[in-house]
């Protein structure tokens, strides 16, 4: 038999993805591509929740889920993928359990701690494609570092307050900038914690849903992503706006990697 045979679709994930495979522009191919897909989520929180229950359900193959904290009561009124009964569990363990509810024929590997340094690049080696899902600057850097050194995939989310934005770094290609084009190592940035401001519910799983989708195009290749644009979105306001981003020529993270 040939691989294509041996990658053949059972009846049961015929059925499950048939909603997909209809899709003139999906097709079997593309679902095929998915389950032999991995995907780094970084952070199980209000925007990892609708990434990792949207690419579980979708049938991305193997996802690896990765955040430290445990689920806490103030985390239920977003963080869709944890329940009530986990509050004080690992969230990458409820975040396991949901999914496996979901999907059960998806791996998942459970990384129940702060991602950083040597794991955090050999995750992003080995992924298809990393959703940073974190809240916090330092993570988001690290990731972009990670992601321009092994030329992979970049779909970023952040949510705050009312305000939500979303960005695709498609750094498979050299021509592409890099988060840090954006937002600057050195940059004057202001950290702000939900913890402190509030997050409008919703607000997460639009910036997740939509990551999500960005992440399902980039690794089937369906479609036109974000990449090249930031999108950004006011949920007070109900205002969805797109900024072009070029590539900073002097940027700290990815102009020494320019030709390689
Ligand atoms: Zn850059």
């Known amino acids: 038999m040939s691989d294509t045979m041996n990658d053949a ?3 049961d994930q015929l059925l499950r993805y048939s909603r997909h495979i209809l899709l003139q522009e999906f097709g079997v191919e593309a679902q095929q591509k998915l389950l032999a897909s991995r995907a780094l989520i970084i952070g199980a929180g209000g925007l990892g929740s609708p990434v990792a229950m949207y690419l579980a359900a979708a049938g991305v193959g193997s996802i690896a889920l990765a955040d430290g904290d445990v689920v806490d009561l103030t985390n239920l009124q977003r963080q869709v993928l944890h329940a009530t009964r986990s509050v004080g569990r690992a969230k990458v363990e409820s ?3 949901t999914i496996a ?15 950083e340094g040597e794991a955090l690049a050999a995750e992003i ?11 916090n600057f330092a993570t988001r850097h690290a990731i972009n570092r990670a992601c321009v050194q092994h030329r992979k995939p970049l779909v970023s989310g952040a949510a705050i307050r009312f305000d939500g934005q979303l960005a695709v770094f498609d750094l498979r290609s050299g021509a592409s900038p890099c988060y840090a084009c954006l937002f600057p190592e050195d940059g004057e940035t202001e950290e702000l914690r939900c913890a402190i401001t509030g997050v409008f519910a919703p607000l997460t799983g639009m910036i ?6 960005e992440a399902l195009k980039l ?4 479609g ?5 644009r930031l999108m950004i979105v006011d949920a007070l306001g109900s205002q969805w706006r797109e900024v072009r981003l070029s590539r900073d020529p002097d940027c700290s993270v990815c102009a020494k990697h320019i030709g390689n």
Do not use: F, W, Y
């Not at 509810?101 to 991602?115: M, W």
């Not at 997740?208 to 989708?213: I, M, P």
């Not at 036109?224 to 090249?228: D, I, N, R």
């Open 101 to 115: 509810g979901l999907n059960p024929e998806i791996k998942v590997i459970a990384l129940a701690h702060r991602l």
């Open 219 to 222: 690794l089937t290749g369906v």
């Open 208 to 213: 997740g849903t939509a990551q999500a989708a």
């Open 9 to 11: 679709m059972n009846d």
């Open 125 to 135: 080696a080995t992924a298809d494609v990393v959703l940073d899902c974190s809240d």
């Open 224 to 228: 036109t992503t974000l990449a090249g």
């Open 95 to 97: 975040g396991k359990d």
